[in-house]
C-alpha cells in the first residue's frame, strides 16, 4: 500500500529492499540455489528503482 500513495512511496520502497534482500540471504542461508536468480533480479530492481527515486 505505501507504494500507491506518492506521499510514501519513498518508505515503501525502502521497505521493499529490506525485505527483499533478507530474502536473498534467505535463499543463501537454506542453499536454495534455483531460486536465487530471481530473487537477486527483484532486488535488483527495487534498488535500482530507489536509486531513481532518490
Known amino acids: 500500500m505505501l507504494l500507491l ?20 540471504i534467505t535463499l543463501i ?3 536454495e540455489w534455483g531460486h ?5 533480479v527483484l532486488t535488483a530492481a527495487a534498488v535500482t528503482a530507489v536509486a531513481i527515486r532518490g
Not at 500513495?5 to 536473498?24: D, E, K
Not at 536465487?36 to 537477486?40: N, W
Open 5 to 24: 500513495v506518492p506521499a510514501t512511496s519513498w518508505a515503501g520502497a525502502i521497505g521493499s529492499v529490506v525485505i527483499l534482500v533478507a530474502a536473498v
Open 36 to 40: 536465487l536468480p530471481g530473487a537477486v
Open 29 to 31: 542461508r537454506c542453499r
